[in-house]
C-alpha cells in the first residue's frame, strides 16, 4: 500500500493567471508518475477553487486565493483522493465560493474534509478502501478562530491547541471513534505560524497525544519549509510538508521552494503477515510556477537538510540516488 502526500497546493493568483495559457499538467512539472504509482493521493488545497464569491472582509488579510472552478482539473490530471479544507484560505472569498468549491469537489469524486456547512460536517472523517484496509482521513486547524465551524453555522474544522482549548476535547473523541470504524488513521494539521525548522513545543505535545489515542500518522502542514521528521510509538509524525505549488517568492535562508512527495508504503510479507513501514522522501523544487523534481546540487541540499532535521528526532534515514528513506 502507497499513500502519497504534498503539502500546500496552491494554485490562486500567478498560478491561476499560468493556468489560463497552460494545461493542466503543467504546474505538476515531472512528478506525475510517482503520483501514478501510489493507491491514495493526498495534499492540502491551499486556496479555493470557484469562480464566485468577493474577498473575505471580516477579518483581515494580506493575501486571497483563489483559482478559477475549471481548475479543479489541476487535482484531476494527479488523481488526488482526498484534499485538506481545514486551512487559513478556504473562506478566503467567503461562504458563496466555498459551498461551490464543496459542490465542485464532490461533482468530480474528489473527497474533502475540514470545511462544511456546520461543525458535524467540517469535522467528518474521510473513510475509503484501499488495499483491503480502511483509511480514515480527518482533518482540522489552529489558524483563523473566527472561522470556526458551529453547529449552526457554516466553516472550518478549528481546533485551540491549548489542554482547555476550543474543540480539543471534540477531536481527541472524534479521533478515538474514528480509529474504531478504520485500519489506518490520518490526522491532518494545518497548525502554526509560516516559519522555523523546528516544530513547536505544543505540536509536539499534541502529535504524541493523538498518537497515544488511536492517530497512526499525523500530516502536518501550514509552515512553508519542510520539518524533521519523528516516530513515536512506531507512528510517522510529518511536522510540517512545506508548500508544494505556489507563486510566493522565496526566502533565501528559510527555502519555502523546497519539499518533498512524501509516500508512505507498507509492505506485507505473504508467509508471516507481518507489515513493514517506511516513507520514501522525493525532493522537489518549485521554480516557474510549477513543482519538478530536484536535481544534482539542489537534490543534495533538500536531502541533506531533511537528514539534519530527522536526526534531530533520532529517526534514522537512507540516501537513495533520487529519494531519502525513512525509518521507523
Known amino acids: 500500500m502507497k499513500i502519497l502526500f504534498v503539502g500546500d497546493v496552491m494554485i490562486g493568483r500567478l498560478v491561476n ?9 503543467y504546474v505538476w512539472g515531472n512528478t506525475l508518475p510517482i503520483f501514478q504509482q501510489a493507491d491514495l493521493r493526498i495534499c492540502n488545497l491551499e486556496c479555493v477553487i470557484s469562480d464566485k464569491g468577493e474577498p473575505w472582509s471580516i477579518t483581515p488579510k494580506v493575501f486571497h486565493f483563489r483559482s478559477d472552478a475549471k481548475n479543479i482539473e489541476v487535482l484531476k490530471v494527479a488523481n488526488i483522493n482526498i484534499v485538506s479544507l481545514a486551512n487559513n484560505h478556504t473562506l478566503d472569498y467567503g461562504y458563496e465560493a466555498m459551498f461551490e468549491m464543496l459542490n ?26 484501499v488495499k483491503n484496509k480502511k483509511i480514515g482521513f480527518i482533518a482540522f486547524t489552529d489558524n483563523e478562530p473566527a472561522w470556526s465551524a458551529e453547529k449552526n453555522k457554516p466553516g472550518i474544522f478549528y481546533v485551540e491547541l491549548t489542554e482547555k482549548g476550543k474543540n480539543v476535547d471534540y477531536l481527541k473523541n472524534l479521533i478515538k471513534e474514528t480509529k474504531k470504524l478504520v485500519d489506518y488513521l490520518i490526522v491532518s494539521a494545518h497548525w502554526g505560524p509560516n516559519w522555523g525548522y523546528k516544530p513547536l513545543k505544543e505540536h509536539i505535545i499534541f502529535a504524541h497525544k493523538f498518537i497515544e489515542i488511536g ?114
Open 104 to 129: 465542485i469537489l464532490k461533482d468530480n469524486k474528489i473527497y474533502y474534509a475540514g470545511a462544511g456547512k456546520n461543525l458535524e460536517e467540517a469535522s467528518q472523517p474521510v473513510i475509503l478502501e
Open 215 to 328: 492517530a497512526d500518522l499525523i500530516f502536518g502542514h501550514s509552515p512553508h519549509i519542510f520539518r524533521g521528521i519523528e516516530v513515536y510509538k512506531e507512528k510517522f509524525i510529518l511536522y510540517s510538508v512545506g508548500d508544494f505549488i505556489d507563486d510566493y517568492a522565496v526566502d533565501e535562508i528559510e527555502r519555502n521552494d523546497e519539499s518533498f512527495i512524501f509516500v508512505y508504503t507498507q509492505t506485507t510479507a505473504d508467509e508471516t503477515q507481518t507489515s513493514t513501514a517506511i516513507f520514501e522522501l522525493y525532493p522537489v523544487i518549485i521554480k516557474d510556477f510549477r513543482v519538478n523534481l530536484a536535481e544534482d546540487e539542489d537534490r543534495e541540499r533538500i536531502m541533506s537538510k531533511m537528514e539534519i532535521l530527522c536526526q534531530e528526532f533520532k529517526t534514522k534515514t537512507l540516501r537513495e540516488k533520487d529519494k531519502l528513506i525513512v525509518f521507523k
Open 17 to 25: 493567471e499560468i493556468l489560463k495559457i497552460k494545461n493542466p499538467e
